[in-house]
């Protein structure tokens, strides 16, 4: 699976952001034509998307494309343009209901047969941004086809009629609840955009807090936002270290026969290992070890 700590938006219909998001060094760059696009903009994001797709190189940058909505009348013409250019992924935002994922999962699947690509190689992302969404999260997460969950803050505090603050409280429950579906289904999480961009204290902060939470990732919408998320989103030596000390003491005591042991002066049990096992697959995704 691949690790998105980062994951830059980047107007579709703008070839000269495309091709700066390349020198970046981000995880995954998502190619848009929802949200950062302009209705009169749609045919043109299309165009230079695919061409970018053809003619450029992501890399060790995930490429991905987020379409228009299902059933707002463009994610057909996104689909069908996008995918014969084998973009890694398809980010499907505002999903709401199962059928919506059942449409993009046929599409992806016909494709993959018809060039002989494995199936499930074209990997899919979603937005959950609603009320609607958060009330049939279960149901969508299930969903034998995901790859990732994408909380949409910013979306789903205006349909609550939610007043924004830097802490985010508004948002918690949202936001724990995408966490916590994610988590059943083995899935990534990737959590909300900071919009100001300027404020890279605050946006630092944010980070932290989403890895503390236990997101995997976080979107991001401008160049001075990768180096805050990606490094709160990846751990640093002290923590490896410690990680590394107390899943080998694990193994030892397992060996042994014990049950519980102590570490660096504290008891230890199996949910901390879990937690150290965490941050070594952290590390390793972020190419740390």
């Known amino acids: 699976m691949h690790a998105r700590r980062a994951l830059l938006y980047v107007p579709g219909d703008d070839r000269h952001k495309i091709e700066k998001a390349l020198t970046l060094g981000v995880d995954c760059i998502c190619?848009?034509?929802?949200?950062?696009?302009?209705?009169?903009?749609?045919?043109?994001?299309?165009?230079?998307?695919?061409?970018?797709l053809q003619e450029l190189f992501f890399g060790k940058s995930e490429k991905l494309v987020r379409i228009n909505p299902v059933g707002s009348g463009l994610e057909r013409d996104d689909i069908e343009a996008v995918l014969p250019f084998h973009p890694d992924g398809i980010v499907v935002p505002k999903v709401e209901?199962?059928?919506?994922?059942?449409?993009?999962?046929?599409?992806?699947?016909?494709?993959?047969?018809?060039?002989?690509?494995?199936?499930?190689?074209?990997?899919?992302?979603?937005?959950?941004?609603?009320?609607?969404?958060?009330?049939?999260?279960?149901?969508?997460?299930?969903?034998?086809?995901?790859?990732?969950l994408i909380f949409g803050g910013e979306d789903f505090a205006?349909?609550?009629?939610?007043?924004r603050t830097k802490s985010a409280g508004e948002l918690a429950y949202a936001r724990q609840t995408v966490l916590t579906a994610a988590a059943a289904f083995g899935?990534?999480?990737?959590?909300?955009?900071?919009?100001?961009?300027?404020?890279?204290?605050?946006?630092?902060?944010?980070?932290?807090?989403?890895a503390r939470l236990g997101f995997t990732g976080?979107?991001?919408?401008?160049?001075a936002q990768v180096e805050p998320v990606q490094s709160a989103f990846t751990p640093d030596d002290q923590a490896i270290a410690a990680a590394r000390r107390l899943v080998e003491a694990f193994a030892l005591s397992e060996k042994a026969g014990k049950g519980a042991f102590a570490v660096d002066g504290r008891m230890v049990d199996r949910p901390l290992v879990m937690q150290a096992r965490k941050v070594l697959e952290r590390a390793a995704a972020a190419g740390k070890i």
Request: charged share 25%; hydrophobic share 45%; proline share 3%.
């Open 31 to 52: 190619l848009d034509m929802e949200d950062g696009v302009a209705v009169s903009r749609k045919v043109d994001a299309r165009r230079t998307i695919t061409a970018a």
């Open 97 to 148: 209901e199962v059928s919506q994922l059942n449409w993009v999962a046929r599409f992806l699947e016909a494709v993959e047969l018809e060039h002989s690509w494995p199936v499930n190689s074209l990997r899919l992302l979603i937005g959950i941004e609603s009320p609607r969404a958060i009330l049939n999260i279960r149901e969508v997460a299930a969903h034998k086809r995901l790859d990732g």
């Open 158 to 163: 205006a349909a609550i009629g939610a007043t």
């Open 187 to 210: 899935l990534q999480s990737v959590d909300l955009v900071n919009i100001d961009f300027k404020d890279v204290h605050s946006l630092r902060e944010e980070a932290e807090t989403g």
């Open 218 to 223: 976080k979107q991001i919408i401008h160049p």
